[in-house]
């Protein structure tokens, strides 16, 4: 359900997220490790093709090394066929005139939202994949992934909220907006 349209909205102060420093024995440590032992139980992932909500398992399947054991990989993924491609964009297209359509502070919030859930409840999964998937480290993943992903979706809304607030002290003779 779509929020009013008759109201000023002002979204929460930003600022960059504040880094992790996995230091032995810390707690972020302890969740990090844990997440990463969770997933290298659950190797290799099979990825299918994720089409309007629907898993598509085309059958040709590819397969992705860990970056670090070339000798074991990360998943198994379908890879798209033309069909798949063309369903692909055609429902990009109509999620895309969906969007466009959302009032702005509706979309806010859910970047915001997504920032959230970033930040806290997936952050330690998302750091085990990114180690696991691109070959860094702790530290690099922190960065690369949890805090500027969120920073991303948080300051991304910021400003675009600045950018609407600006409007001409004039307009053209006929129209107002």
Request: hydrophobic share 40%; proline share 6%; charged share 25%.
């Amino acid at each position: 359900m779509a929020s009013a349209q008759l109201g000023s909205f002002k979204v929460p102060l930003v600022d960059n997220e504040p880094l992790k420093s996995y230091a032995p024995g810390s707690p972020e440590r302890r969740a990090l490790e844990a997440a990463l032992v969770e997933m290298e139980q659950q190797l290799p992932f099979e990825v299918p093709c994720i089409v309007n909500g629907r898993e598509i398992r085309t059958g040709k399947l590819a397969k992705q090394p860990i970056p670090s054991d070339h000798a074991r990989h990360l998943c198994s993924y379908h890879e798209a066929d033309s069909a798949t491609v063309a369903a692909a964009i055609e429902g990009a297209l109509v999620a895309k005139a969906q969007w466009e359509a959302m009032p702005w502070n509706d979309r806010a919030a859910i970047f915001l939202r997504a920032a959230e859930l970033v930040s806290g409840k997936y952050r330690y999964k998302l750091i085990a994949a990114t180690m696991l998937g691109q070959g860094k480290n702790a530290w690099q993943a922190e960065i690369d992934a949890a805090a500027e992903l969120t920073d991303f979706f948080r300051f991304g809304v910021k400003y675009v909220e600045e950018l609407y607030s600006q409007q001409p002290p004039k307009n053209t003779a006929g129209s107002w907006k």
